[in-house]
Structure formats: structure tokens, C-alpha cells
């Protein structure tokens, strides 16, 4: 119920002061194997490789990837806009406001730091939320469909397959005849659709595991070339 427009528009400050503490909770964590297994990967692939993420939280970029090749789809807990659309611009979370413990509530700076310069209403969290649809301006879309067009191999790592573009992505680049590698310690609907398809393999080990061995993969193939 919190992540949603709806809930913003009746409780902006309720909504922002749970944002925050999970703000906290994003800013504790620190890149793992696996996500630094993907920085690798797109130092090794340069344009040939696009890491499109459902994670809110930054660790990617922390990791090493690049924004110019990172399409985060679901946004990013410490960016913000303006919650009414007086501008598309996307800023980062303003000076002044920062992680708060759970059920901390905002301060009077908090609230004057966190409305629109330009307008006057509130800035939001930059993040898709439950009742939103994707576009390509704040979400890439376009961009993850016009890539996965050009997809000869995708790997799905972590992901439980119920969000929409995600499905139509493994969806495209099935149906374009590219190979499909699914990562994941538990079964899901991608695992299905990998195991169904000729051009799939359902790999069942950790993200950090399996994205090391696919790193050295790649750095191997690349150095006989």
C-alpha cells in the first residue's frame, strides 16, 4: 500500500518518511561478487552488453557499470522528481534529507527540502510504484524492448518473472531465437520458460556464483580471440 501514488497523494510525509528508512537500508549495503561479476562483464563486452536491473537500490552503479549502459527500469531510491509532472527532470535526493531510523518523522527542513523549486508541490521518490505503468522518459521502456530486439543472449538472474516488462523482454528474445540463461536458487517462470526452449538453461546457484563463472567465461574466450 505505501509504494504507490495513490497512498502519496493522500500521505506525502508518510510515504516519504518509510522511503527514507528504506533509504537507510539501501545505503548500509555494499556491492556483492555478483554485482561487481557484472561491472566486469561490461568492461570485457563494452556495447554489446546492457544490464537492465529491476533494483532500486543503486549497487550497480556503486559496482562499476555504467548509467550510459544501465537501464533501471523500476528507478532509483535516491532520486526524485516532482510528484506533479511540472518537469520530467530527474534530481538526486536534495541536501538535507537523508536516511531516517524507522518511524522518525520529518523535521520542518526535511519538508521544505523536499517540494519542487519550480512548482511548489512535493518531489517523489523516482520509482515505479504498483499502481504506475512504465514509459521510457523515467523508466526505458523502448530502449529495454529496442534491446532486447537485438538480444542473442539474455541472462535473467534473481528475479521471480511478475513484473510486466521483464516477461515481454524474456518473451522477445525467445522468440527472436536467442539463448536464455535463468540464474536463480529457487524455481520461478523464467526457469519454466528456460527448461521449455531449446535456447534455454536454468543455472541453479547463486547469482554470485554463477556470474563469476560466466565472468571468467567470457574474459577466457576473449583473451584467445
Not at 18 to 38: D, F, I
Not at 150 to 161: F, N, Y
Amino acid at each position: 500500500d505505501m509504494a504507490t501514488f495513490a497512498m502519496f497523494c493522500r500521505k506525502p510525509e508518510a510515504v516519504w518518511e518509510w522511503y527514507l528508512y528504506r533509504m537507510g537500508l539501501c545505503k548500509k549495503a555494499r556491492p556483492n561478487v555478483g554485482h561487481r561479476a557484472l561491472a566486469s562483464m561490461e568492461s570485457h563486452l563494452k556495447n554489446r552488453f546492457t544490464l537492465i536491473t529491476q533494483n532500486v537500490d543503486n549497487l550497480h552503479i556503486l559496482a562499476g557499470n555504467s548509467l550510459a549502459r544501465t537501464l533501471q527500469i523500476h528507478g532509483n531510491i535516491f532520486q526524485v522528481r516532482c510528484a506533479s509532472a511540472c518537469t520530467d527532470e530527474i534530481y538526486s535526493l536534495p541536501e538535507g534529507v537523508s536516511p531516517k531510523a524507522k518511524g522518525s518523522a520529518l523535521t520542518d527542513a526535511e519538508r521544505r527540502s523536499l517540494k519542487c523549486a519550480n512548482c511548489g508541490s512535493w518531489l517523489r521518490p523516482h520509482v515505479l510504484w504498483f499502481d504506475e505503468t512504465y514509459n521510457e522518459r523515467h523508466y526505458h521502456f523502448y530502449s529495454a524492448l529496442e534491446t532486447a530486439k537485438r538480444t542473442r543472449l539474455l541472462i535473467t538472474v534473481g528475479t521471480a518473472g511478475a513484473t510486466t516488462l521483464p516477461n515481454q523482454i524474456v518473451s522477445l528474445v525467445l522468440s527472436n531465437g536467442g539463448l536464455m540463461f535463468d540464474i536463480n536458487v529457487a524455481d520461478n517462470p523464467f526457469a519454466v520458460l528456460a527448461m521449455q526452449s531449446e535456447q534455454g538453461i536454468f543455472i541453479r546457484r547463486t547469482s554470485s556464483e554463477a556470474l563469476v563463472a560466466l565472468l571468467h567465461t567470457i574474459a577466457s574466450v576473449k583473451s584467445n580471440l
